[in-house]
Nanobody, 116 residues
Framework: QVQPVEFGGGLVQSGGSLRLSCVVSGSAFSGYTAGWHRQGVGNARELVAAITRDGSTHYADSVRGRFTISRDNAKNTVFLQMNSLKPEDTAVYYC??????????WGKGTLVTVSS
């Protein structure tokens, strides 16, 4: 069973930093693509950043240069380092992993609130 679980959300002031972690159950994590998505109030869920099994990364234009996605395959964990946070980054952040068959598994999300 593949189950992502997110950690690290919270309240931070504008300009601050947070680091999100997503721990994924299962033994084949190194073969998964992983990503972080977010959904603010009244907004559609959007891709924030993704990392492939070979370490290639992709970022939304709105976070490029401020956020960094990384992974530790030995710990079945994907990270999202968020710097220079803005109030518009406020959202529930979800971890998603995609296995070799193309099926995606989602975590339940962690709330990030950035105060102005």
């Amino acid at each position: 069973q593949v189950q992502p679980v997110e950690f690290g959300g919270g309240l931070v002031q504008s300009g601050g930093s947070l680091r999100l972690s997503c721990v994924v159950s299962g033994s084949a994590f190194s073969g998964y693509t992983a990503g972080w998505h977010r959904q603010g109030v009244g907004n559609a869920r959007e891709l924030v950043a993704a990392i492939t099994r070979d370490g290639s990364t992709h970022y939304a234009d709105s976070v490029r240069g401020r956020f960094t996605i990384s992974r530790d395959n030995a710990k079945n964990t994907v990270f999202l380092q968020m710097n220079s946070l803005k109030p518009e980054d406020t959202a529930v952040y979800y971890c998603r992993v995609e296995i070799a068959t193309g099926i995606s598994y989602w975590g339940k999300g962690t709330l990030v609130t950035v105060s102005s």
